[in-house]
């Protein structure tokens, strides 16, 4: 357990759904990101909040949108996916150099 | 920009070895470098982390250099074992700590 957990595990959408994935962090910092990980590729970072607003966003479409209400949680909510969207996605947070990362969210479009 | 590289791909060794992996990055302007682990169809787990000042970190049998000018990292596993069968990531933090720029990572197997 790193102190970051995300929900759902795993999600299973066609494309015309909207979805949403939710990330909270339990370790009292005050940066999080949004990663993506295809296969055959490395990690992607998408998005940066810092002090819940967001400081980078890595041209990401905007069929991605992130919200960050409070320190503590982050959210990615999906809209209008396209089949190569499928990937994992990580939530990472940190208090200073080091990130910490959550279990990740599989995503799969159809 | 920034590019992380991790050779080889995949490495597949018997229990007991000591083991380097290795991790090259292109713009030695680095803010800190992280060693993650990540096991199949998990998030990361952080190993170390070396600040660009420093030169190397340890943890247990897990030991990590740095060298800023050369552009590249050393991880050290020493007396390896199956539990150690994961995939490993290097990272560098560039543009300010936020940023981590990732390696596609080495896929390490210790076979009993």
Request: charge should be neutral; include cysteine.
């Amino acid at each position: 357990e790193t102190g970051v957990t995300q929900t759902p595990r795993h999600l299973v959408m066609g494309m015309t759904n909207k979805k949403s994935l939710k990330c909270e962090q339990h370790l009292g910092h005050n940066a999080m990101y949004w990663y993506k990980q295809s296969a055959k590729k490395p990690l992607e970072l998408m998005f940066v909040y810092s002090l819940e607003e967001r400081v980078e966003n890595n041209s990401v479409p905007s069929r991605f949108s992130p919200e960050c209400p409070n320190s503590s949680h982050l959210f990615l909510h999906l809209h209008t996916l396209q089949p190569e969207d499928s990937a994992l996605y990580l939530c990472a947070s940190s208090g200073g150099s080091e990130q910490f990362f959550g279990p990740g969210t599989r995503l799969t479009v159809l | 920009k920034q590019e992380v590289t991790q050779i080889p791909a995949a490495l597949s060794v018997p229990e007991g070895e000591n083991l380097v992996l290795n991790c090259s990055f292109t713009d030695s302007a680095i803010y800190n470098l992280q060693w993650f682990r990540q096991d199949p169809g998990k998030g990361l787990t952080s190993l170390l982390l070396i600040q660009s000042s420093q030169r190397e970190q340890t943890s247990g049998r897990l030991n990590a250099s740095l060298d800023k000018s050369s552009g590249r990292s050393t991880l050290y596993i020493a007396a390896s074992q199956p539990g150690d069968s994961a995939t490993y990531l290097c990272a560098v933090s560039t543009g300010g700590s936020e940023k981590l720029v990732f390696g596609k990572g080495m896929k390490l197997t210790v076979n009993p």
